[in-house]
């Protein structure tokens, strides 16, 4: 089973929600029925799930399917996988790359060009799911020589790198996969394919060797990614970094209705209160005492913020619409669903420097090195200079409008096209740091001295 949403174009809470329709997976759909057609939108959602599709929660991750991608895990058909999913998804991978693979159909791509080309998306949610690609799926496409496109969401885990080197342990293998020739490009969400400083660090897992390998190349430079931004431009241009979007919701869940009404209700940024909105505060020790939200919200304190305390949703929405800064500090993933909501809202979003420095420098936010000491001069100048460049309601700004419609990731997915490249347009986020990002490294206080901050 797949699941398949009608195109559109849209941003964040505006235009007309397309239906949600259930398909089989092999042939195209002769008809549809919508199941879900209050809450599945053309806004950039990360996930949606609807238990009255599937006693198993079926999800959905809408931009990969308006895409045309196919869901690995949907190749499983069951209404009982429960506890035994890892053996069914290596069963059904199993069978269906040797026997039903040539079944799924060539990919045509708009404006007269097709290309026999597959769009594969991968939840990294389960482990299993990426195994069950890369030691079944992916030696059944190189025998039978099929092009094709990755999409890989939904998970806190960093990808590429982090993926090879600390789940497969085995790094060297991301140089030889990406220079495949039938790898036409690769979308991952929490992306880190390039050395960086301000990676993810104290992150728990079960694995012991995958948590000690994930804090040796956030501290050890030696230990991060050897892709070179110029030397291995070819690998580079071969994987983009794909927005984790909002939340994911439920199909009966009324959030869709409140954000469209508080997107229809933001003030511009010369009515907003100036000063940094934390939103995060209650949600920090969720993932453990050493969540980097602490560190972020320790530092805060010493800038112009408002700490907004646990309220209800529609009410933190709304405390976002009145706020000309939000703070998106990274979590146990990279990017952060608070980042989108405040772009969405029409806030500027501040963050930390790291790997998705490259996705966020054209978005309307500002991009620091430390937390501490953002005073309300400082804050008035970034808000001049982000006006200047986005305008007061910089949500509408037409190329913020574009990268918050996944009609546009869609598009360059279908098309296998980087997400930015040579007409992706000049960032225009405020960097405000120094930093020697390639050289590696936490963003602690100790050490952004040694990375030029």
């Known amino acids: 089973m797949r699941s398949v949403l009608s195109a559109g174009a849209g941003v964040f809470g505006m235009g007309v929600p397309p239906p949600l329709v259930d398909a089989g997976l092999v042939a195209p759909p002769s008809s549809t029925s919508a199941t879900c057609n209050t809450s599945v939108t053309d806004i950039y959602i990360n996930s949606i799930y609807d238990r009255r599709i599937h006693p198993w929660p079926l999800w959905v991750y809408p931009v990969a399917v308006k895409a045309g991608c196919y869901s690995l895990v949907a190749l499983l058909r069951c209404h009982d996988c429960g506890a035994n999913v890892t053996q069914r998804l290596f069963e059904a991978v199993k069978s269906t790359s040797a026997h039903q693979l040539p079944w799924l159909p060539n990919r045509t791509v708009g404006h007269g060009e097709n290309k026999n080309e597959l769009c594969i998306a991968i939840s990294m949610t389960i482990p299993d799911e990426w195994l069950a690609f890369y030691t079944r799926l992916w030696p059944e496409l190189q025998r039978q020589n099929r092009t094709f496109s990755l999409v890989t969401v939904h998970s ?34 929490n992306y880190d394919l390039l050395p960086s400083a301000g990676r993810r660090i104290r992150f728990t897992t079960h694995d012991s060797y995958e948590r000690s390998c994930i804090e040796k190349i956030a501290w050890y430079p030696q230990h991060d990614s050897d892709i070179h931004p110029i030397h291995d431009a070819d ?219």
């Open 235 to 453: 690998l580079v241009s071969k994987v983009s970094p794909l927005p984790i979007g909002l939340p994911p919701w439920e199909c009966s869940d009324p959030m869709l209705s409140e954000w469209r009404a508080e997107v229809q209700k933001v003030k511009p940024q010369q009515s907003r209160v100036l000063k940094i909105l934390v939103t995060f505060a209650q949600s920090i020790g969720c993932y453990g005492p050493c969540d980097r939200r602490k560190e972020a919200l320790q530092e805060l304190r010493s800038s112009s913020t408002f700490v907004l305390r646990r309220v209800p949703r529609a009410r933190m929405y709304e405390t976002m619409g009145n706020f000309s800064f939000v703070a998106a500090p990274a979590s146990r993933g990279q990017d952060t669903f608070r980042f989108w909501e405040a772009i969405g809202l029409g806030a500027f979003a501040i963050v930390q420097a790291g790997p998705l420095q490259g996705l966020y420098e054209h978005l309307p936010c500002v991009i620091v090195s430390a937390w501490n000491n953002i005073t309300s001069d400082k804050l008035r100048e970034w808000r001049d200079m982000l006006v200047h460049r986005f305008g007061s309601l910089p949500h509408l700004d037409g190329r913020v409008r574009e990268l918050l419609s996944d009609a546009y990731y869609a598009e360059k997915i279908r098309r296998a096209q980087p997400l930015f490249g040579v007409r992706g347009g000049s960032p225009r986020a405020l960097v405000n740091h120094t930093c020697r990002m390639s050289d590696g490294g936490v963003l602690t206080e100790s050490n952004r001295a040694k990375l030029g901050c």
């Open 156 to 189: 806190d885990a960093s990808t590429p790198y982090e993926l090879f080197a600390c789940r497969m342990r085995n790094s060297s293998k991301l140089r030889s996969f990406l220079a495949h020739p039938l790898l036409q490009h690769w979308y991952t969400m």
